[in-house]
């Protein structure tokens, strides 16, 4: 049976009437979320194992086809119709009809959260930001009391969209917003601290990348930093989706990049572009020449793109700290796989600035970032691209220590375009330099110069091998972050085995029925 026949089961209509396209497009949605609500009470009831992968199924049916359809009096009825009167408020200014509740019963928490999830997207696709928030906050009040009674761990997931929407909506109101961010902390706080305890993986995920995005908005990187080493999420990785995972590798990549860790910065950025979702969809199998494989592509590509940029971004700041140029291929597999003008225009300026830390040239770094400047401040970048300088000092200084076996301080402050530097700060920089093991050198005082050493195969030293090491580490990284990230279904109850039906041998199975009756078949 079709849901349209579904729907129009409860619905006396008249045959010789004309169908209205408005209203049998409510029928159809009323039949959809009726649907979703009885799949989510049956599977709460049931105690079925895959009650979560349900909810979310629901709740990305509703959000990727119902939600752009849903019209303020649709709510309202469907309000009404599920006994949640209480939440008219929240969607109209003033009710025209009064309920009563007194004998109404009320449906079963999940399925309550469930209208109250449905109502807070309604009142943020409306732009009613402060009713949205004031709605969220009041079904984590809700949540408060439940917990107060009884611990549900079967409404984890939709509290965890619920608190999304909670900060969502208080970034939304900008200036105008209903409480300080110190007060906001505070309440994510409190319902981490009660998620952490109960083990509730979804809501810990949501609400912890919720207040290290809080920390890095008002530049609180110390409390950002206290806050991942406090909080232990290595055994609950793979019991969430990749989409919070990716904003959390992000976060705390970006928190390890301001705190000088560059190594464990960089393994986290590529750890959240790998969770990230992939541009290359099945859309990209439609002809590119037709308007619809046209629009199919643009729609692909906007999945997920905002987050690759710039998480690409930032791991090529990164890289350039930790003294690496990137690979060409990087800029050239993201504008091929995107292929369009945004991602072009967005990864210019770090395209140039990898070509002058590459080059050496410090005019052209500092030249690069005037020019861009305001470009690095959007990003946030601007702080660790000045951090590169030092770095394109030593690659220009390598390239020079390359070309020549002897070479004066006062002719490498011409190179490298030093001008207003002393040159005994350019004897430190060299000296820096050898110490690093960046160039193999030594420095003559007695005629202010620096006098290379005879080359050396790379193959002699110690380098291959530690190359070698670092790809093995990956590799086993990505092994063991592949089964944290294996699920498992949960075990049924066990039935202890005075509970289980009597079991009879097959002697006393053919005395009973008797040889008899066995002959005559």
């Not at 690759?308 to 791991?315: P, Q």
């Amino acid at each position: 049976m079709t849901i349209k026949d579904k729907t129009t089961e409860d619905v006396e209509m008249n045959e010789n009437a004309e169908v209205n396209p408005q209203n049998e497009l409510e029928l159809l949605i009323r039949g959809e979320i009726k649907e979703q609500l009885k799949m989510i009470a049956k599977s709460v009831q049931q105690e079925d194992l895959d009650n979560d992968r349900r909810q979310m199924r629901a709740f990305r049916l509703f959000y990727n086809r119902l939600r752009r359809q849903m019209t303020t009096s649709l709510l309202v009825s469907m309000l009404k119709e599920f006994n949640s009167s209480h939440l008219i408020s929240y969607v109209q200014q003033e009710s025209t009809t009064m309920v009563d509740e007194v004998d109404q019963q009320k449906p079963i928490p999940e399925v309550e959260v469930y209208l109250w999830l449905i109502t807070i997207i309604h009142l943020i696709d409306t732009k009613e930001y402060r009713k949205s928030f004031t709605c969220a906050l009041d079904c984590i009040k809700y949540q408060q009391s439940l917990e107060k009674q009884q611990r549900r761990r079967t409404i984890n997931f939709l509290l965890s969209k619920v608190y999304f929407y909670f900060v969502y909506a208080h970034e939304k109101l900008g200036n105008n917003r209903l409480m300080s961010n110190n007060e906001f902390r505070n309440v994510l706080l409190s319902r981490l601290r009660s998620s952490t305890l109960v083990h509730d993986n979804w809501g810990q995920f949501v609400l912890l990348n919720s207040l290290l995005r809080n920390y890095l908005q008002d530049k609180l990187v110390e409390q950002a930093n206290k806050l991942l080493k406090n909080v232990s999420i290595d055994q609950t990785i793979g019991h969430v989706d990749n989409g919070q995972l990716a904003r959390y590798f992000y976060y705390k990549g970006r928190i390890q990049a301001i705190q000088l860790d560059y190594s464990e910065s960089f393994d986290s950025l590529q750890n959240a572009l790998r969770k990230a979702p992939s541009a290359t969809t099945t859309a990209t199998t439609a002809s590119s020449g037709t308007a619809a494989g046209k629009k199919a592509q643009n729609i692909s590509n906007a999945v997920g793109r905002g987050f690759r940029i710039h998480t690409n971004k930032l791991l090529i700041v990164v890289s350039l700290l930790m003294g690496h140029i990137p690979d060409r291929s990087l800029f050239v597999n993201t504008i091929e796989s995107i292929n369009d003008e945004i991602t072009i225009k967005q990864l210019k300026p770090y395209y140039e600035l990898t070509q002058q830390v590459r080059l050496g040239n410090v005019n052209g770094f500092e030249s690069v970032v005037d020019k861009y400047r305001q470009q690095y401040i959007l990003d946030d970048n601007l702080t660790l691209i000045n951090r590169i300088r030092p770095n394109v000092i030593r690659t220009g200084l390598k390239s020079i220590i390359k070309a020549y076996s002897r070479i004066s301080f006062a002719d490498i402050c011409k190179k490298l375009n030093l001008n207003d530097t002393d040159v005994n700060d350019v004897q430190g920089i060299v000296a820096k330099a050898i110490k690093d093991g960046i160039i193999d050198a030594k420095i003559d005082e007695k005629t202010q110069s620096v006098a290379t050493t005879q080359y050396q195969d790379v193959y002699e030293t110690s380098e291959p091998a530690e190359e070698f090491d670092k790809r093995i580490q990956f590799c086993l990284n990505c092994r063991s972050q592949c089964i944290k990230a294996m699920r498992y279904r949960l075990e049924q109850k066990k039935v202890k085995p005075e509970e289980l039906p009597p079991t009879m041998d097959v002697d006393e199975i053919v005395e009973e029925v008797g040889d008899d009756d066995l002959l005559e078949d």
